[in-house]
Structures are given as structure tokens and as C-alpha cells.
């Protein structure tokens, strides 16, 4: 049997996570247990396609536009509250356990030091794993309590400078699933301008 594997780094950990759930072979079965998917979570969490995602859905660390493009790309997706657990697991590929959330903030090239172990095939219960999670699937309703949620915390907590996550544009956005709400206006005057407070707050926000 193989020995399981120490991942001393964020690129090891990625390295690993891209074998494991990346390309899957036939019969196989993949299961990211993941707290918190990021603006940029599509990238560390490759060929989505019929991967089961159970994640937190928490303002500031999972992006809702990010779980409507999986769920587009055949990713299954449910949501567990109190979920803290980083779980990476493929039934023929083995486990990964980590302190890395799927962004990158954890994963990318500047993120944060994680560390992790691999485990072969066969090691980890995931069903067990799964049951203590208690998750549920992903509803409507939540996304848009997520858009609300997210929006409100990049208005307190994102300053000035702060990278900000790519939005969807129009086509991404009519073709996704639950497709978030849009706020559209017209007048029969011309506008002369729209006040400072109203940019810097729709930058903010939007």
C-alpha cells in the first residue's frame, strides 16, 4: 500500500489537488468537502463535471457567481453552515487534507502557507466524513442571501485597492443557473451625473 504523502506548501498542495480531482478516470468518484470557494475557486477545482462540492455558504469566503458557474459545469453542489473541514477526495486518486480553501488566497502563488497530507485510496471514510458535515443542497434562496451577504461585505470590510473578482458578463450571467438579480433603471430626462457617493458606492458594491 502506498505511504501517504506531506504537502509542505501551497503549490504541492494545488500540484496534488489538480491530480486528484483533475481529469477523472472512469468509475471514478470525487467529493470536495471545502469551506470556503473563492472568486477564483473554478481554477483550483478542475473538470467540475459531476464532482459533488459541499462548501460554507459564508459572505466574504465562498463567491455565489463562482457556485453558479460550477453548477453550470456539471458540479453538484451543496452547502453545509458550520463547515470548516478542507477535504479533497477521489476514490481511485485518494484524499487530501488541508488547511487550503479552493481560492487564492490559499492556493495562488502569493497566498497564504498551507500545509497538508495525502492519503492513498482506501484510507479516508468520506460517507463518514459526508454525515458529520450534514450538508444540503443548494437552493435559490441561498444564492440570493449570498449576493446580498457578499455585497454587504465588500461595503464594510473590502477597502480601497483591494482586488476585486471579474463580474459575469451579460451572456455568463442570462445562462447561469439561479441567476442573480439585476437592478435595471431608465428616465425620460437627460442625466447631468451621477454623484460621487453614488459611484464610489456602486463601485464598491457592483
Known amino acids: 500500500m502506498k505511504k ?9 498542495i494545488h500540484a496534488r489537488i489538480k491530480r486528484l480531482i483533475g481529469q477523472p478516470s472512469v468509475g ?4 470536495a468537502l471545502v469551506a470556503y470557494v473563492g ?9 467540475p463535471e459531476g464532482l459533488r462540492l459541499i462548501c460554507n455558504p459564508s459572505a466574504g469566503g465562498t463567491d455565489p457567481d463562482t457556485l453558479r458557474q460550477l453548477i453550470k459545469r456539471g458540479a453538484n453542489v451543496e452547502i453545509s453552515e458550520s463547515l470548516h473541514m ?4 477521489s476514490r481511485n486518486r485518494g484524499c487530501v487534507i488541508t488547511s ?3 481560492s487564492s488566497s490559499a492556493l495562488g502563488r502569493s497566498g497564504l502557507k498551507e500545509a497538508g497530507i495525502w492519503l492513498p485510496a482506501g484510507t479516508v471514510n468520506i460517507n463518514r ?16 442571501r449570498l449576493d446580498a ?3 454587504e461585505y465588500k461595503k464594510n470590510f473590502v477597502g480601497k485597492g483591494t482586488k476585486k473578482n471579474s463580474a459575469p458578463d451579460f451572456l455568463q450571467w442570462y445562462t447561469g443557473p439561479h441567476r442573480s438579480a439585476w437592478k435595471v433603471s431608465w428616465t425620460d430626462n437627460e442625466l447631468t451625473g451621477a454623484a460621487c457617493t453614488v459611484k464610489e458606492q456602486t463601485a464598491t458594491e457592483y
Do not use: C, F, M, T
Open 4 to 12: 501517504p504523502i506531506l504537502l509542505y506548501s501551497s503549490a504541492e
Open 100 to 102: 487550503a480553501n479552493a
Open 149 to 151: 451577504q457578499s455585497r
Open 86 to 89: 478542507k477535504v479533497y477526495w
Open 28 to 31: 471514478d468518484h470525487r467529493v
Open 39 to 47: 472568486g477564483d475557486g473554478e481554477r483550483y477545482l478542475p473538470h
Open 129 to 144: 466524513l459526508i454525515h458529520y458535515a450534514h450538508p444540503r443542497l443548494l437552493r435559490e434562496s441561498d444564492l440570493r
